[in-house]
């Protein structure tokens, strides 16, 4: 049996509102009686290949291992923005101080020239109210990468791949064989040659998106930050491009809202397509100075209940984290 949960902002996912905004109103979580056991499993599989990948590389990160850069930051929001929008962190206009982590996707420590998704993490300072966990929280995180779009079907696909994965390349090949067959192992090796190989002009030029949305309130969105003058980097290295760029001075971004308008459109629980609403520039994003920040655990739910992490990958990012957080401590 499925649960249809509204996206109402209540930390418990359970609440009956509609959509405030926009020209539907069911916008909805499908959730499955199998989630929490499906979810553990996971967590335990993602312990198990943290343990491999710290015995390799020592104590991290289970993915996204190795920074590029942290930068203390500013986040301005802007004024007079819509109803819809003003929630959370975007509630009112004014400046807050913000934390950011830019880093390889992998979990091995590996030349920045290599191929790999790119993080972008965010963390909004100075935040006071109900968290998405419970209890209050003090901060907003978002979690962005250079990709629009989730590419594994669903988080059985994902997890299944990023912990074999960390087994070694020709265990994880043999093993997807055996599981699924020839057809199997090809469609998951697409997903991945998608992921993987995307080109990667540098942080001063790329989009950044959170690609499975959070709440803004009652309502969805994809929060997206790009370049406010797109700027390509020098040379391959874009490790070093963007320490270079942030010892000249400050580097600006705009941060933008994608919002839920239909389930064809902007669906909730698909995380392969790319949502194409409009978008909705809410605040500026300043990069100031470097600053160490490795010790903080970025989190899709570390933050208010306002902004709740939405969607089956979301729901499993929950238990995922925390299994990653175990590990690294």
Sequence with gaps: MLVLASLGYSHRGRNTGACMAGPSTDCAEIIGDD????????????????????????KGRFLHRKPLVSATARIEVLPDLPPEARFGVFAQAGTRDALVRLSNGSFDIQANTVRDIHGFALRVLGIAGPGALGGTTDHQDFLLINHDRFNAIDSDAFVEVATLAAQGQLSALWTLLRRHGLAGLLDRLKDLRQTMGKPFAGYAAETFNIVVPHAVGPCAVKLVI????????????????????????????????????????????????????????????????????????????????????????????????????????
């Design 35 to 58: 989630e929490p056991g499906k979810f553990a499993r996971q967590a335990e599989l993602i312990r198990a290949a943290h343990r491999l990948t710290t015995a390799r590389h020592g």
């Design 226 to 329: 790009e370049p406010e003058s797109a700027a390509p980097m020098t040379g391959r290295d874009p490790g070093a491009d963007i320490v270079a760029r942030l010892a000249a001075g400050p580097i600006r971004y705009l941060a933008k809202l994608r919002f839920y308008t239909a389930p064809q459109a902007t669906p909730i629980e698909d995380h392969r397509a790319v949502w194409s609403a409009p978008l909705q520039t809410v605040a500026r994003l300043t990069l100031l100075s470097p600053v160490e920040v490795e010790p903080l655990q970025f989190d899709p739910w570390g933050g208010l209940a306002e902004h709740r992490p939405l969607g089956e990958i979301m729901r499993a990012r929950k238990a995922a984290y925390r299994a990653s957080q175990l590990g690294r401590s």
